[in-house]
């Protein structure tokens, strides 16, 4: 998954807390929907948008489901965002009049 999908996908607010949720380890469908105060049809919903993107998996007990974080590919991530938002690849450039200003309209 690219970093522009990730960032777009966890915007949600309830995907990120379940992301969040599951980071203490796996769960039930019905307890993520319990502990996070949500309708278990929503959570089913962005489980399944998790699971789409790869972020969870799951197994089922019985008629249970129970999903956990895909660990493999939060390693991956993790590594991408570090190499891509590094601090030794920000550059201490300072503005130059010529490249951003002159590129903006003028004000009158």
Request: aromatic residues 6%.
């Amino acid at each position: 998954m690219e970093l522009p999908q990730l960032f777009k996908l966890l915007a949600d607010e309830s995907k990120y807390k379940i992301i969040k949720h599951l980071m203490r380890g796996e769960e039930c469908v019905c307890r993520i929907a319990e502990e996070l105060n949500l309708e278990q049809s929503l959570v089913s919903h962005h489980l399944n948008k998790l699971r789409e993107a790869g972020l969870i998996i799951d197994r089922k007990v019985g008629s249970w489901v129970h999903c956990s974080l895909n660990k493999d590919l939060f390693k991956k991530l993790e590594k991408t965002f570090i190499k891509e938002f590094a601090v030794i690849n920000i550059k201490d450039k300072p503005c130059s009049e010529h490249d951003i200003c002159c590129a903006l309209p003028k004000k009158i």
